[in-house]
């Protein structure tokens, strides 16, 4: 998954709110309620050893705690984090299953008329960009339906 690195954060008792500000520039406002926090905080920082892909927490009584850089974009709903993690699963189910029936990648490329390479890039996790025409045809090959489904959101 494209790793959202945190820019800079704060934090307002007053409101109970956290406010994270990615490098991307987008920022995600969360009250402290949506990720369990209970208690007052005294001061947050971008955590370094983490390389921004984590929130560190000191609360009034001393005590600290982390937050993965993730969290408040899963919590906030972004549209953009749930269809990346939603490619990703896809991605994963297609590899499993190309490894459990023992189709080759060459095999792949011939039937889509395209390269090798085309088709480890479309299948590695770490490239985001994604063909979902592509994958879906990969998916009918191995026998496998593509299932698109809106639902209310909770």
């Known amino acids: 998954m494209k790793t959202e690195r945190?820019?800079?954060?704060?934090?307002n008792n007053r409101a109970r709110q956290l406010s994270v500000q990615y490098r991307s520039g987008k920022t995600i406002n969360i009250h402290f309620g949506q990720i369990g926090i209970t208690k007052t905080i005294a001061r947050v920082w971008?955590?370094?050893e983490t390389n921004g892909?984590?929130?560190?927490?000191?609360?009034?009584?001393?005590?600290?705690?982390?937050?993965?850089?993730?969290?408040?974009?899963?919590?906030?709903?972004?549209?953009?984090?749930?269809?990346?993690?939603?490619?990703?699963?896809?991605?994963?189910?297609?590899?499993?299953e190309l490894e459990q029936k023992k189709v080759s990648l060459r095999f792949l490329a011939r039937e889509l008329g395209t390269s090798d390479n085309q088709i480890q890039r479309l299948l590695n996790p770490n490239i985001l960009n994604k063909n979902l025409t592509q994958l879906s045809k990969i998916a009918v090959?191995?026998?496998?339906?593509?299932?698109?489904?809106?639902?209310g959101a909770a």
């Open 141 to 151: 090959l191995l026998g496998l339906e593509v299932e698109v489904r809106l639902k």
């Open 46 to 48: 971008v955590d370094r």
């Open 6 to 11: 945190i820019e800079a954060v704060e934090f």
């Open 53 to 96: 892909r984590a929130i560190g927490i000191e609360f009034a009584d001393g005590s600290t705690d982390f937050i993965p850089y993730d969290q408040p974009l899963a919590v906030a709903k972004d549209p953009e984090y749930l269809l990346q993690n939603q490619m990703e699963v896809l991605t994963a189910l297609i590899r499993r």
